[in-house]
């Protein structure tokens, strides 16, 4: 048979004192002297009391937590961001829920409305892939629950956005392979609905047409950029008539699944193609050759989406205005791309 739930009259029963006075000791109440709050205090632990979370959050309509949403908690770039939220919240006496939308926007939707069902004082997430509507999400803007975005944000949704700067990741990466003497470099970008693949092509573009080399679409493919995408692109691309001598990836995962595909095919990387990617995953540094990439501040960009929230969800009146923060990348240079 399940015991019931000890109680504060049930310390208070034990000690034989008012609830009351158990109820402020428990609450470190200065006028209850510290003795007295540290005897309740061992009882209650003895007793196995658990605080009723749920009716102060009755009281004060808050449940002092944040919800995240994640593409994929798998990646070095996501779990580094979590970590950074994590580090804000927890000094701030927030708990963190995590999710991983997997890409999918059917699942980010029902994550969302679980966050919002739950009360969530507030969320932080990065978009999916295959999301291209947002109603899942004003459903938190409209009812003016604090949402803040981070690497990729929708521009219809008025919120605080933390984002790096993918535009001149980019271009030092594309600029990069020039300087190494490359003159025909393909593209494997991502999806455009999401802004941060536009931008990296926008920056691949551009430092292409200020090296003065002809820009050929043959050479520019969009994909999901998973292992199988990765593959299959690279396939297409050796098979050209005109072979690239490098190619700018859009992610780390693409990168890899490149070089594994070139090293069977005895195509020496960087020798005949050099190869960049995006994000420096741990990977990146331990295949062979290592993988030249674009570092991202995810510890830092998790901190901030997390001060800005919490900033949001403890502030008594709606923001007018709303931050996009622009962190800054850095190229790592490895010897997938060095030939100089």
């Known amino acids: 048979m399940?015991?019931?739930?000890i109680t504060i009259h049930d310390i208070a029963k034990k000690l034989n004192i008012s609830a009351s006075t158990v109820s402020r000791a428990l609450k470190d109440n200065p006028l209850i002297s510290e003795a007295t709050r540290k005897k309740i205090k061992k009882a209650a632990e003895e007793m196995g009391y658990r605080p009723n979370v749920m009716a102060a959050n009755l009281r004060t309509k808050r449940t002092n937590t944040i919800g995240v949403i994640v593409p994929l908690i798998n990646r070095h770039f996501f779990s580094s961001v979590i970590s950074g939220i994590e580090d804000v919240a927890y000094k701030q006496g927030f708990a963190v829920t995590i999710s991983q939308s997997n890409d999918n926007l059917e699942k980010e939707s029902t994550i969302a409305h679980t966050f919002y069902s739950n009360r969530v004082d507030g969320l932080i997430?990065?978009?999916g892939m295959e999301t291209q509507s947002y109603d899942h999400l004003k459903l938190f803007s409209e009812r003016n629950i604090p949402l803040v975005f981070f690497d990729r944000v929708v521009d219809?949704?008025?919120s605080h956005k933390i984002v790096v700067d993918d535009f001149g990741g980019a271009y030092r990466a594309t600029q990069h392979l020039i300087t190494q003497g490359r003159k025909r470099i393909a593209h494997i970008g991502g999806p455009l609905n999401l802004k941060i693949y536009t931008r990296r092509e926008e920056g691949y573009r551009q430092a292409l047409k200020d090296a003065d080399l002809p820009i050929d679409?043959?050479?520019i493919l969009h994909n999901s950029l998973t292992r199988e995408?990765?593959?299959?692109?690279?396939?297409?691309i050796v098979n050209l008539k005109e072979r690239p001598d490098a190619i700018f990836c859009a992610n780390d995962t693409t990168a890899l699944s490149t070089i594994i595909y070139l090293n069977e095919k005895r195509i020496n990387v960087p020798?005949?193609?050099?190869?960049?990617?995006?994000?420096?995953?741990?990977f990146s540094e331990l295949v062979t050759p290592s993988?030249?990439?674009v570092k991202q501040p995810g510890f830092e960009m998790g901190q901030k989406a997390a001060e800005l929230l919490i900033k949001q969800i403890n502030s008594k009146t709606k923001p007018t205005t709303f931050e996009t923060i622009?962190?800054?990348?850095?190229?790592?240079?490895r010897n997938s791309s060095k030939t100089k």
């Open 2 to 5: 399940q015991k019931p739930e």
């Open 125 to 127: 997430l990065s978009i």
């Open 156 to 158: 219809e949704i008025p």
């Open 217 to 219: 679409d043959q050479l």
């Open 229 to 236: 995408d990765g593959l299959r692109a690279i396939k297409k």
């Open 271 to 282: 020798e005949e193609i050099a190869i960049v990617g995006f994000s420096n995953e741990p």
């Open 291 to 293: 993988i030249t990439t």
């Open 326 to 333: 622009t962190m800054k990348t850095e190229l790592v240079i």
